[in-house]
């Protein structure tokens, strides 16, 4: 079970096969949000789960529903806009000050309001200026509680500002009139967690096909699949060095 970014850019369609092919498992992958693929891991509903909420993730951790916790890859999330970039963001030297423009601009937000890991980090920027975006007039703060692709047609449609992640912006291709205005900033770092939920609360689960996954993950072959995933020419995920 995985996050729907990892879906919509077309990752997981390059690593299953792979994984497949060295471990001998048949691998069934369902994408989710990030809240709902947690709360279907607590059920026992997955065996390994690939998030991207590092707050969310370690409460999972605390409760005693994951084994163990990697990080397998970043990249970053970005501002997606209007070209003409009315509230000006391009000039902004990180997303603190942008997310401050959008509001004194009086621009239009659209948010993807589904508890996924890119919703979460959208709330974290909108609490880092002490505002609640609630207090935005319903038209200017568009909630469509869907995933990336739709949303982001619905900010194209709209004219507005969107957060979304690198990878899923790279291969999405109705781009409309919108581009990236604010990307690569340290403070918008995407890190996405592989967890083996726990066989102790769910002994349904196979501690040793888990292993296979997670052993996988960590290998050389994994970290040379996810760097070479170039749908575009373009790297879209950075490995990040098993410990």
Aim: glycine residues 6%.
């Amino acid at each position: 079970m995985a996050t729907t970014t990892t879906r919509d850019s077309g990752l997981l369609g390059a690593i299953i096969p792979e994984l497949e092919k060295d471990t001998g498992l048949k691998i069934n992958s369902v994408a989710f949000g990030t809240s709902k693929v947690l709360r279907s891991a607590m059920d026992g509903n997955a065996d390994v789960i690939l998030v991207h909420d590092p707050k969310s993730e370690i409460e999972f951790m605390d409760a005693g529903y994951g084994n163990e916790r990697v990080a397998i890859m970043f990249n970053y999330f970005v501002l997606i806009g209007p070209a003409d970039d009315p509230a000006n963001i391009a000039s902004s030297t990180n997303a603190v000050d942008a997310f401050r423009k959008i509001i004194e601009s009086g621009s239009t937000f659209v948010s993807r309001a589904d508890q996924s890991g890119t919703h979460f980090a959208e709330l974290k920027l909108w609490q880092s200026i002490n505002y609640n975006p609630q207090e935005m007039e319903q038209e200017r703060y568009i909630q469509t509680g869907t995933g990336m692709g739709r949303t982001l047609n619905v900010a194209i449609e709209k004219t507005a500002y969107v957060l979304a992640d690198s990878a899923t912006w790279a291969t999405y291709e109705n781009k409309g009139k919108h581009k990236i205005l604010l990307g690569n900033d340290e403070n918008m770092i995407n890190t996405y967690h592989l967890i083996t939920v726990s066989t102790e609360k769910h002994p349904h689960i196979s501690a040793q096909n888990q292993k296979l996954v997670i052993d996988w993950f960590k290998s050389e072959k994994a970290r040379s699949v996810i760097e070479n995933f170039k749908p575009s020419e373009q790297q879209l995920y950075f490995p990040i060095s098993a410990p």
